[in-house]
C-alpha cells in the first residue's frame, strides 16, 4: 500500500541515475517546466542533482517567470494559531514533545480563543492555521470543531477570520468528517520525512506509525475534504529524496483523486528549547532556494507556504522564485499574541509584525493578499484544480487580491505604507485584462473607501 504512494527504492534509483546531469538534459527540463505542466519525479532528479552556479542561475530565473505566470504578483498572508500544545507524541525535533516535563501544558478556553482571534483580527488578519498537539483526551475533534466554531464566529469592527485551516494529526474518516462540516479551508498535514527508517527512529507515539501518516490524505479525501495541504520538515533526512518524494507524492494524488495538493509546505528544523536532534542533513540556505524553485516547475499549479521559521532575506528570496503564501507577525506558543510567553514549539527567524512584512512585500511590487474567495464560493478541489491548471485561477486572484488590500490599507496600514500600497493597486488594477471586471473591482474599491467590507468574486 505505502509503495503505491511512495516507493523509496524508486527514488534512490532516480537519484543515482540522475546523478552528474550534463547541461543539455538541464536546460532541456527547463524549457519544458516553461510549459507549465509540471515535471515527473525522473525530470525533478536531474534538476535536484545540478551544482554547477550558471544553471542554478537558470533554474531560479525559470521557477520566477513559473510563479509569475500562474501567480502573478500576488503573496497570501495568514497567521498560525496555536491552540494545544497537550501532546502524547514525543517527536524529536519538538518543543511539545510529551517527554518535556519542565513544560506546564496549555489548551485554550474558548473565552482564550476568542482573546487570541480578536488580537490576530486587529493585526489584519483574516485567514489563521489553528495548530494542536495530538491528545485524545485534551485535543479531541469535538475541541478542536468548537475552537474552529468559535473563531468563526469571533467579529470586531476590524472584520473577522474568514478562512480557518487546520494542521492537527493524522486522524480517522470520522473525524476529518467532522472537520469538513466545520467548514475548514485547506487540512494541512506534513509527512515530515519521507524517509521510513528515519521517520521510525525520530517519533515515538502513535505518530511513529508510518503507514498511519502517508496514508491519511486517503482518509481525508474519503471524508470529503479536498483542499489537502503537504510538507515535509526539512533537515531530518536528504532534501533530494524529500523533494521527489514530495512530488511523487503529489503526482499520486492529482492521478489518483484528479486533486493535486492545494498547498505544499517547506519547514526547516529550527532549534527549539528543549531538543537537541543531531541533523546530519541540515540543508544549506542555496539549496533550500533551490529546492522551492524545483518543486514550483514540478507542481506548478500547487500554493507554496514559507513561514516565520525563515529570515526576512530568505523569505524575499523565496518569493521571487515560487513561495505564494507567508505566514507574518507569527508566535509558535499557544496564547501567545498580545503576551509575553517562553513555551514555543520553536524560535521562529521573522519577527517582524505584520505591517512590517507587508511593507517590505510592496516595496518590492508584491500585492499582498488576504483573499478567502475561492473557498467560500465553493471553489475547492476538483473545480479549484479546474481554474488553477491552466492559470486561469489569476483571473479570480488579482481583483480579489486587490480588494482584499485595499480593506487592509484602510483599516490597518500607516502613512507610508498606505500611500505605497495604492500605488500598487493601481498599477495592478489597469493589469486586470477583461475590462468590465477591472471596471467592477475599479467601483468595489469606491465602495471600500466608503467603508463597505468583504467584497470579492
Ligand atoms: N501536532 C500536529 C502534527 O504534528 O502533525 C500538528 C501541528 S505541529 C504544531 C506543526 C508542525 O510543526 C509539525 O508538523 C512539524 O513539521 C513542525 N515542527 C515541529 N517542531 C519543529 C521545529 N523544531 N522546527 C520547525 N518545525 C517544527
Ligand atoms: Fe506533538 Fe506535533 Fe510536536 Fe510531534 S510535532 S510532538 S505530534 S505537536
Not at 517562553?342 to 508584491?366: G, T
Amino acid at each position: 500500500m505505502v509503495e503505491n504512494i511512495i516507493n523509496g527504492r524508486n527514488i534512490i534509483k532516480i537519484l543515482e541515475e540522475t546523478g552528474s546531469p550534463s547541461k543539455e538534459a538541464v536546460r532541456d527540463i527547463l524549457s519544458k517546466a516553461k510549459l507549465k505542466a509540471g515535471l515527473t519525479p525522473e525530470e525533478a532528479g536531474i534538476l535536484v542533482n545540478l551544482s554547477e552556479p550558471e544553471l542554478i542561475r537558470e533554474l531560479l530565473d525559470t521557477a520566477g517567470w513559473v510563479k509569475n505566470q500562474i501567480y502573478g504578483e500576488r503573496l497570501v498572508f495568514f497567521a498560525p494559531l496555536y491552540v494545544s500544545d497537550f501532546c502524547i507524541n514525543d517527536c524529536d525535533y519538538c518543543n511539545f514533545h510529551s517527554r518535556n516535563m519542565a513544560f506546564k501544558r496549555k489548551r485554550l478556553n474558548l473565552a482564550e480563543v476568542e482573546e487570541q482571534t480578536k488580537v490576530l483580527i486587529n493585526m489584519g488578519h483574516k485567514r489563521v492555521l489553528v495548530e494542536f498537539g495530538e491528545d485524545p483526551l485534551n485535543n479531541n475533534i469535538d475541541y478542536v470543531t468548537k475552537v474552529i466554531d468559535k473563531i468563526y464566529s469571533v467579529k470586531t469592527d476590524k472584520g473577522s477570520i474568514r478562512r480557518i485551516n487546520v494542521n492537527i494529526a493524522a486522524t480517522t474518516v470520522e473525524n476529518y468528517r467532522k472537520l469538513k462540516k466545520a467548514k475548514i479551508g485547506t487540512y494541512q498535514l506534513f509527512q515530515e520525512t519521507y524517509h521510513r527508517n528515519t521517520y521510525e527512529k525520530i517519533h515515538h507515539g502513535p505518530k511513529a506509525d508510518y503507514l498511519r501518516q502517508i496514508s491519511a490524505y486517503e482518509r481525508a479525501f474519503e471524508a470529503g475534504l479536498d483542499d489537502l495541504g503537504l510538507g515535509v520538515l526539512f533537515g531530518l533526512y536528504d532534501w533530494r529524496f524529500e523533494t521527489l518524494a514530495l512530488i511523487t507524492h503529489a503526482w499520486y494524488l492529482d492521478k489518483k483523486y484528479k486533486i493535486g495538493p492545494h498547498t505544499i509546505s517547506v519547514p526547516r528544523v529550527r532549534e527549539a528549547a528543549t531538543v537537541n536532534l543531531k541533523l546530519p542533513h541540515k540543508i544549506s540556505d542555496e539549496d533550500f532556494l533551490k529546492l522551492i524553485a524545483i518543486l514550483r516547475l514540478a507542481v506548478p499549479y500547487t500554493g507554496m507556504i514559507i513561514s516565520t521559521r525563515e529570515s526576512p532575506e530568505i523569505r524575499s528570496q523565496a518569493f521571487k522564485i515560487g513561495i505564494s503564501q507567508a505566514s507574518a507577525g507569527s508566535c509558535t506558543a499557544v496564547g501567545g499574541y498580545g503576551k509575553k510567553t517562553d513555551q514555543s514549539q520553536f524560535k521562529v527567524q521573522d519577527e517582524r509584525c505584520l505591517e512590517e512584512v507587508i511593507s517590505d512585500a510592496v516595496k518590492n511590487e508584491f500585492l499582498p493578499s488576504f483573499c478567502t474567495a475561492c473557498y467560500r464560493l465553493g471553489r475547492t478541489g476538483e473545480e479549484f484544480m479546474g481554474f488553477s491548471k491552466p492559470g486561469e485561477i489569476h483571473n479570480f486572484c488579482r481583483p480579489n487580491g486587490i480588494l482584499t488590500f485595499a480593506e487592509y490599507l484602510e483599516d490597518f496600514a500607516k502613512n507610508e505604507t498606505y500611500e505605497k500600497g495604492q500605488e500598487i493597486i493601481q498599477a495592478y488594477l489597469d493589469k486586470i485584462e477583461d475590462k468590465s471586471l477591472r471596471q467592477k473591482t475599479r467601483l468595489s474599491l469606491e465602495e471600500i473607501k466608503q467603508g463597505k467590507r468583504d467584497l470579492y468574486f
